[in-house]
């Protein structure tokens, strides 16, 4: 039986949401910004098929801890203090 490749996307969410101005916009609050990019990944994910996963980052963020959650299908990972989604 031949194997059926699946295809990943890694999304760094901080990075995507300040290059897109609409993001940046969305009343300047990155909560807002966080979950309205959620929701177009979780419409990406469906249309193309693919596993999609989206990190946030919190090396600058003391006291940060991990945490996963799926949102819709959509991986979400928000890491621990000093760690990057590089």
Known sequence: MPRIKKEYLFIDGYNLINQWSYYKDVARNIENSRNKLIE????????????????FDAHLVKGSVEKREVVSGVEVIYTKEHETAD
Do not use: N
């Not at 994910?45 to 999609?52: E, F, L, N, S, W």
């Open 40 to 55: 177009l990944l979780v419409e990406y994910q469906a249309y193309r098929g693919i596993k999609v996963i989206v990190v």
